[in-house]
């Protein structure tokens, strides 16, 4: 008789400070899907559910049953109904079957307008639902994590990279762990050590700096008994009592050893938090350091509204300096967020001129609206497929785009917030890299691992942004302040 897997997915990191809640339109958008066509969408592709699609094609003993599975790019807190909607038809699929293993897709840094902790909640109403059969998860490497995770948990590992181009090995090594888990190979015991530190994501890159430290170390005591070492960094933008960095370890029928490990790598998260720190100029200092850089490409990076930490799309500190300077070379501008300013460009066509203002539209507290005159340059439906690295070989639409012509500055405009992570976003909007001197962009790590080998320099400016380098002055409600680096 075949195993019975019951899987579901709730993948959203939320900036709390975001003005801008995650509806259900968002998630519809980028993946609201259920039932066995998932594995067919996600087939190939270096994804959790790609990792699910591999599992279940080499694994004929085990009949997988694909429940809701969600996932919406990062942005405010979930509305709270679609939340309870979403726990509501899991615990309906659930009761609905007799199953021997669970797998979870999560980030970890999941919270609504009512739910601080609701990927802890999520996993506590599955424990209920399925009492002791073993449960298996997949976090994203900023997840803000509490120990009773682990008590709720029976294996549970992280990525590993960032930008993060392991999410398949990720959900692999998950998958395999709970298939040995319930055969009775493994018995996983773990441990989860918060070291009491919020640090920030800029300098968390898994290539260099102390990430990489502890990420290298976590690998080398990855030997006897223990089965996964994650050392997560948190998210510092989503406001709970978890937030802030922690170290995950399972070991094999060995608590004490997953425990001197987890504290182990804690204690050099302590160490480390001094590197995390950083400082960044201002937005015109960062434009006169890429006209001065070497030939090629310079890409400038406005962290501060980084789709992929909850930006908003929507600030104006590079752009309202991009368009004081006026540089005299070729310049874009990636991207605002305005779909009011999206239907004028496509009734216009292609052409066509347009007064108009450019951001400031939802959080005007992070700049005002600049105003320009520009020509239609442009015109797409917004559909395209990654190249990846990251999610290679899966369809984004993000709606409606146009690109608007302002002498040597081209400006990106979409009806949804998507990040500029993937050179076909470029390809897509006609505008070859190599024929970009300042490339402008809301992004921050993951834009690298596509871009960064085709361009001469990268930069980051600080502007002000829902989510700024000056951790300092978010309203935390939830998050320990003294914890701040």
Partial sequence: ??????????????????????????????????????????????????????????????????????????????????????????????????????????????????????????????????????????????ANLGPEMVELLDIAAGYKTLPHIDMHDTAAKVLALLDRCVRGEVRPKGSLVRPGHILHSFNMRTTDGPMRELEELALRRSTGPILDITPFGGFPYCDSPHTGASVMVYADADAAAADAAAREIAGEVTRLAPQFAITRPGPREGLEQALAAPPGTVAILESGDNTYSGGIADTTGLFRALVEMRPDVPCVFAYFCDPDLVARAHAAGIGGELDCELGGRVAPEFGAPVPLRASIETLTEGVFTNKGPMQRGVEVRMGRSAVLRSGSIAVIVTERRQPVNDLAYMELHRLPLERIRLLCVKAKNHFRAAFAPHCAQVLEVDTPGPAGIDLGRLPYRHADRAALV
């Fill in 1 to 142: 008789m075949k195993r019975s897997l019951a899987v579901a997915r709730l993948w959203l990191e939320v900036n709390s400070f975001s003005p801008i809640p995650t509806m259900r339109e968002d998630f519809v958008a980028k993946e609201w899907l259920r039932g066995s066509g998932v594995l067919d969408t996600f087939r190939g592709t270096p994804t959790e559910l790609g990792a699910l699609a591999d599992f279940a094609a080499r694994h004929d003993d085990w009949s997988v049953h694909v429940f809701r599975c969600a996932a919406a790019e990062p942005g405010g807190p979930m509305d709270d109904a679609l939340y309870e909607e979403f726990l509501d038809e899991l615990r309906r699929d659930l009761a609905g079957g007799r199953w021997d293993g669970v797998y979870l897709s999560l980030h970890g840094a999941l919270a609504t307008g009512r739910r601080p902790c609701a990927d802890r909640d999520l996993v506590a109403m599955v424990r209920e639902c399925v009492g002791a059969v073993p449960i298996g998860a997949s976090f994203d490497m900023h």
